[in-house]
């Protein structure tokens, strides 16, 4: 990756919707090369996909709760068999296999505590071989990005 392409992904990554013109005259490059290159970072997967990035409380979703699961075993049977299952729920918006004390930590989006209550009884705590669930409340988010550094 030169500078062109750490600057296209910079851009991109903080204005995703922006045209091939506006692309180029923020990198300074032509048009056309501006275009190859964004091709050529799709198709490496650098790029992987492009999305709207919805606006969390506007939608409903007031809450955000940090759950750590302890599984009962950790073979990779009961890993596999948890991660497929925890992709079902679509509260749970991101999943990371953890060490330490916890196999696992997820945050998940709510509307209010009744919403987590439910989620927490009908979802989480069925999912396969979970022994332990604990919970954390974020009081308020400090900062939040999708923006990923390049350098």
Not at 8 to 37: D, F, M, T
Not at 74 to 100: H, R
Not at 115 to 132: I, K, S, W, Y
Not at 133 to 143: D, H, K, P
Request: proline share 2%.
């Amino acid at each position: 990756m030169d500078r062109f392409d750490k600057a296209l992904l910079l851009a991109l990554q903080k204005y995703g919707r922006i045209s091939n013109v506006e692309l180029a005259s923020i990198v300074n490059l032509s048009e056309s090369a501006c275009l190859r290159r964004v091709r050529a970072l799709e198709e490496e997967g650098l790029i992987e996909r492009y999305v709207a990035l919805l606006n969390q409380k506007a939608i409903g979703l007031t809450g955000t709760i940090f759950v750590q699961i302890a599984l009962s075993r950790e073979g990779q049977s009961d890993l596999a068999a948890f991660e497929k299952e925890v992709q079902n729920i679509p509260e749970v918006m991101e999943c990371y296999l953890m060490t330490g004390e916890f196999d696992y930590l997820l945050r998940v989006v709510i509307s209010d505590m009744a919403d987590f209550e439910r989620l927490h009884n009908q979802a989480l705590t069925r999912l396969p071989g979970v022994a332990r669930v604990n919970s954390s409340v974020a009081i308020r988010t400090v900062t939040k990005t999708t923006e990923l550094p390049v350098s």
